[in-house]
Each structure stands twice: as C-alpha cells, then as structure tokens.
C-alpha cells in the first residue's frame, strides 16, 4: 500500500505549499533519479441528492469544494440534457448535474464517509460487457517452479488453410500460457512448470467464420504441431450465402412471423462496444456516438472487442446480397451505437443513457454491468424508463447473483437458456451444461447469473451473429440472450396495435406495457423462475402479429448439413458425441474450474 502522504502533486503545489517546490541543496551533487511509480487514482462522481425538506447543493459549490482539496482533480461535469423536469413530473426531480473528479482512492472514501444526506459520493467504476463481469481466480491451480516450455503451434481451417489472429491458450501445471495466430496460422506460446506431457489441454478461439475447440490431453511434439477447426460452413447449409434462422430465434418463433415485420419506425439503441458498420449485413447502421473518445460521432464504428457487433447482428442483421448469415430481429429498425466500451465508466454509462432520451430512443440493449452499484445510474435508468426508454439488461455471467444494473427494478432483464445439440461436443459451449440443469433439450448454463430479477430468458449459448471484417462468430453468455430480448421488443414496439396512435405516448406506462407483453408471452422450459424467469418470449403467443405460413422461405437450422453424421437441428442423435456433454469430462477438475473462471472473467 502506497503512502497517502507521497501523493503526486499534479495540481502544482510544491512541497512548500506555495507553488514551487522547496529547494534541494544537495541537488547538484545528486545523481538524475528517474520518476517512481505512484499509487493509482480513483474517478469518483460527486452531485446532488435531491432530498424532501433539504436544499440541494448547487453544483458550483461541489466543484469548489473538490477545487480546493490538495490533489483533487475534475475530470469533467456529466450535465443532462434538459429532461429531468418531464422524468419526475414536472417537479425538477430529474438526474442532478455530476462532477467526475480524480483523487487518491482514500481521499475518496473519506469524502463518501463524509459527504452530508444531501450529497452523492460515489465510484466511478469502470463498465464491463456482460460477458466480462469479473469471477475471482481461485488459484485451483498454483503456478510451479521451473523453466519455461515453448509449445508451437498452428491452427488451420478447412483444406489446411492458416487461421490468423486465433487466441491460443495452452494448459498445463500452471497457470495458461497465451498467444495469437500470425499471418501463417503459427503461434509459440510459453508454459511454465514441466515438459511437454504435461500440458492438459489447448483452448483455441477463432477470429470468425469457425467453431472454437478444446483439445484435451494433446499429444505434442517438439516440432510444429497442426490443430484443425471446423468451419460454419460444415454446418450451416450455403453459409454464409443462405438464409438463416438462429435456434434462438427458432426458439422465440421469428422464422414463423409475417416477413413484413421488420421494425420499421422503432428506434433502437445499443450500448456497448460499437458497431462495424461495414459488415455487409450491417451497412444500415448509420448512428452512433463514442463516449471513450469525447462524444466523437465517427469512432463509434470501431469495434475493437467485436462485443457491439455481435450484439447488433442479433438485432438488427439485414439479409444482404450474398450475405445471409444471420437474420435479426428488426432488419429496418433505426439503429443507434452509443459506445462506452473499452475503458467506459459509470459517468459514460450515464451520458450514453442521456443520450438515448435525447434521441428518443424506444428501446436500448445493455449487455453490460458491474459487481458495484451506482445510485446516479439507477436515477437515470429510472429517468429513462419515465421518458418511454425501455432498458433491456443482461443479467451477467458470474455464476451468481444477477449484477447491476441487472438488479434494479427499472429494467427488464435477461438471463441466459441453452439448447442440446446445437453446437460441437470438443467446443467451450459444451462446457456449459451442467447435468442436474438440464430440462429435455434445454438447459440453463454455468455461466448465467440468476435470482428474483431475472424477468425472462433468452437464447445464449452458441449464438451465431456477426463480428467486426465481414465474418462471424458463436458465443455464449447472457450478452447474447438480451438482444433476443430487445429485438423482439423492438417489433413489438413497431407492429403491436397496443403502441399504435395514442399508446405510442413516449411514458413510463409505454414501457411497463412493452415489459408486460414480453412477459405474457414466455414459455418455461427449466420451471425454476430463478433462472429463466417467466422463460423464453414466444413470438406465436403474442396476439395481433399476423403469422406467415410455418414453411416460410428463410431456411432453419434443421434443415442445415450435418457435421459428419451428428444434425445441428436436433440433439446429436445418432452422432458418436450423444450425450457426451452429460458424461464426466476427461478433463482435469481443477484445469476445467480454471478455464470456467477465467472465461467469466474475460480472460478468455
């Protein structure tokens, strides 16, 4: 723990108080000392508290007190954007204006355990995608003694093609090594704690286009050693040039609706980590705002963690040209990329919530969350909901209770459900199942977070939507069940009679209607509410959604090829794999918990 009293003096004060530095007399006979390395600071956001009876503290006297603590330094002012007077009746209740400011992380606990009923002091801490919320390391496996061993390694795809820009992780006594394919599919990834034979298993996550493999126990040699993946297109018939319905979408019935519902008119936001607008089948995204680069409204379309396009393909995915991987929910939609990944914060969370008030949003995506709590982030989601925002949240992945914001009433939120047989037994989704969670076809995996807020569920394991450079990938997790969400959502918003003429009145009865609907439609699977709470929405439940004939002309996944002679349409009958993801893996216990954790942790 650093000394508080060896605090930078980035505000300019000397050592003297008066500006300059107290002079040195031994420094001309003192060696060049380069700089330290200091104690990190914290963001914490300061405002208001609007209290009865009580005086609000105006926001210019919170940012002179924070002004003149020593080592205190605002960030910037988070002011909304006009609409606080409508959210709370015309009574001036609205979201207060939030001084972000920088300080050492024990002054900042001093100012909260001191700041008076009428004020807010609280972290600002940082923002993570629902597929990244944080499980502690357990250290089930302790890292050994010894010299490190260079594993070579090359991943090829079909016809022995080189993978590039692959994740390679290997295991053995240690912890992982890690490395990423070059340009020849090649990587060299260094372990530590014994020879060769003692690696227990290889993880390989493609970029896109592939299914993702564990390689248990692996015979390895000195020299280069070759790990194959299987493409999508030995699964899914014509990809990616076919039509094609997810089985969550199967799931939830978007295969058996009136084509002609598309979304059109509703306008749908996505926070999260931007969207790359030039996939092909994403081309219509055309709004955006970056709320890591200043509000930029061009940078919005750099998706560097692929987690925004994803999400947005579940969405929004048109069928386009030769390209029809994926079909979303609501291909006409006006689609806003509001992005507050990498690096966003709460304060950004609640600019980009401001925002879509701003813009008028119908509903937003928020795959997202954190294992802290923000009072002013719950204010502005209830700010929002009150405009005729629909917040849909992901309940999170942490194998616990369900995160926030995912735990505030405000919101609808989403757990994740899993189906058999609709993904490779040597992949990371066969992991997911648990035995004693599986219900017929469906389960309920690991990873889902769970509890009394869990409104609905939706398909999140091996989902298949586009990531960033035209391809596309299957992941898991409650990131991927709340889109399913929002985009049904968003044609419910759109083709409902109950939102037409004097509904479409943009309040908070518009969103507790759309949320009712939603509800009203679930089917259970799993019967335990905990998990799935009223289960998954069903398209075909919903009255006043005309329904096209069940053979309609966009493909399934029944229909598709099978991978040798195991059917992605069905649980693996008839494959040498049936059953395989009940039966004890062959794995190392310890190596599996490891690999679990650290996925839930965004390791992986």
Known sequence: MADNNASDNSSGKGANGRGNAAPNKTDAASPTVE?????????FLVAARPLPGV????????????????????????????????????????????????MDPARGAALRASAPPNVIVEHDALLRHADDLSMAFNNAMTM?????????????????????????????????????????????????????????????????????????RPALSDGINTLQLQPFAATFQGFPGAPYVGWGQQLMKLDQIDPSLTGQGVKVGIIDSGCDSSHPQLTHVTRGMDFTNNKDGASWTRDTMSHGTHCAGIITAALSGQMKAV???????????????????????????????????????????????????????IEARQNGVACIVAAGNASGPVQFPGNQPSVLTVSAIGKLGEFPDDSYHARTVVPNMVAGAMFSPRFTCFGPQVAVAGPGVAILSTVPGGGYAAWDGTSMATPHITGMAALLLAHHPMFRDAA?????????????????????YLGDPT??????????????????????????ASAAPSLGNVSFGVPFQGSPFANAFLQPQTIHPALLQSFLQMRNAGLI
């Open 144 to 216: 050994q003694p010894g010299i490190g061993i260079d594993v070579r390694l090359r991943v090829a795809g079909a016809n022995g093609q080189p993978l590039p820009k692959a994740t390679v992780y290997v295991y053995g006594l240690g912890f992982p090594g890690q490395g990423v394919t070059d340009d020849k599919g090649e990587v060299t990834v260094t372990v530590f704690g014994g020879p060769l034979e003692t690696i227990q298993a290889i993880y390989v996550k493609p970029m896109a286009n592939y299914w993702d493999r564990m390689f248990e």
């Open 504 to 524: 479409k009145t943009r309040n908070e009865q518009r969103v507790s209607q759309l949320y009712q609907l939603l509800a009203s439609a679930g089917v259970r």
């Open 55 to 102: 005086q609000p503290m105006a926001v210019d006297a919170i940012a002179t007190t924070l002004n003149n603590m020593p080592d205190v330094q605002i960030i910037k002012q988070v002011k909304p954007s006009g609409f606080g007077a409508l959210s709370a009746g015309g009574g001036g209740g609205g979201m207060p204006e939030i001084v972000v400011a920088e």
């Open 531 to 556: 998990r799935e709470g009223v289960g998954v929405p069903d398209l075909q439940r919903v009255a006043g959604l005309s329904a096209a004939p069940q053979a309609g002309n966009m493909a399934t």
């Open 35 to 43: 700089p330290t390395v200091k104690a990190r600071r914290s963001r």
């Open 327 to 381: 079909r979303g929910f609501a291909p006409m939609a006006e689609v806003h990329a509001l992005k507050v990944f990498p690096g966003g914060r709460f304060s950004d969370l609640i600019d980009a919530l401001d925002q879509a008030i701003a813009r008028g949003l119908d509903v937003v995506n928020m795959s997202l969350g954190s294992s802290e709590q923000s009072e002013l982030v719950a204010h502005k989601l």
